[in-house]
């Protein structure tokens, strides 16, 4: 599957290189707002609206599942895979770094 061998790879300089699937990374791009192309950048100013975005996303995601388990199975525990909120952590975590920094993030260059 071609989409699952392409990456993308997040720099900056508060934190270490970040590097999602195509799939996830597209997706966390997708919910900040940003075009998910072969470059980009996050300008500081821009990560507190990136942050809350994602988080929003994060707690709709999960209430989303806990009505669908709830109504479909509620003796059984809940799905396993990793969800948004395991996803995204170490992005929000660089994002935060940034800000706080001032440094952008970057992908693609």
Known sequence: NKELRMLYKFKSKASG???M????G??????IGKEPGPKGIILPEQMPAAV??????ITLEESQDKELHDRESPDK?????????????????????NHEAGHEVVWGV
């Open 17 to 19: 290189d970040l590097i």
């Open 21 to 24: 699937l195509e799939v996830n």
């Open 26 to 31: 597209r997706h966390v791009l997708e919910i």
């Open 52 to 57: 809350a975005a994602l988080q929003a996303a």
């Open 77 to 97: 525990a809940p799905r396993d895979g990793l969800g948004l909120r395991q996803r995204t952590l170490p992005f929000i975590d660089m994002l935060k770094r």
